[in-house]
């Protein structure tokens, strides 16, 4: 599984149709299924996109949870019965659902935001104004990250 990287802003088409970025379509080169797994955030006003490991991963952790869990109840119903599954078409374009367009406020113009494993797709001006935030945030408590070797 590849990383996902940068930022790219790609218009929607009249149809609904948004070009996956290349370097993104690239990072899923090796995967089963060609094409992109989409759903609603429940922590900002985006779509969450991966790979279908990684969300045949993400359906692993929950085989952690107690199946009776009120957790795993929320979690299931926001991620796994919210995602779709989006086809590439031949130029690698998908076409994102009204629902998952709306409930990131897009209307013309689509920002992919790589996440290491994941992507995000945000209105460009609502990401610019959480990533100022976010950097206000890391500069108050300067993190480190731990990288085994």
Not at 24 to 41: C, K, T
Not at 54 to 81: C, I, N, P, W
């Amino acid at each position: 599984m590849g990383l996902f990287l940068s930022c790219y802003e790609n218009r929607l088409d009249t149809k609904g149709r948004v070009s996956v970025p290349a370097a993104f379509r690239s990072s899923l080169n090796n995967e089963s299924f060609a094409g992109v797994i989409l759903f609603r955030s429940f922590t900002h006003n985006c779509i969450e996109g991966l790979s279908m490991s990684r969300m045949e991963k993400m359906a692993g952790a929950t085989d952690q949870m107690d199946m009776f869990d009120d957790k795993l109840d929320d979690l299931s119903a926001l991620v796994f019965a919210d995602a779709r599954p989006l086809p590439f078409d031949v130029t690698g374009r998908i076409v994102i659902p009204s629902d998952l367009l709306k409930h990131a406020n897009i209307t013309d113009t689509a920002l992919f935001v790589g996440r290491g494993n994941s992507f995000q797709i945000w209105n460009p001006s609502d990401f610019e104004h959480v990533q100022q935030s976010s950097l206000n945030n890391l500069k108050k408590i300067r993190p480190t990250l731990k990288i085994q070797q």
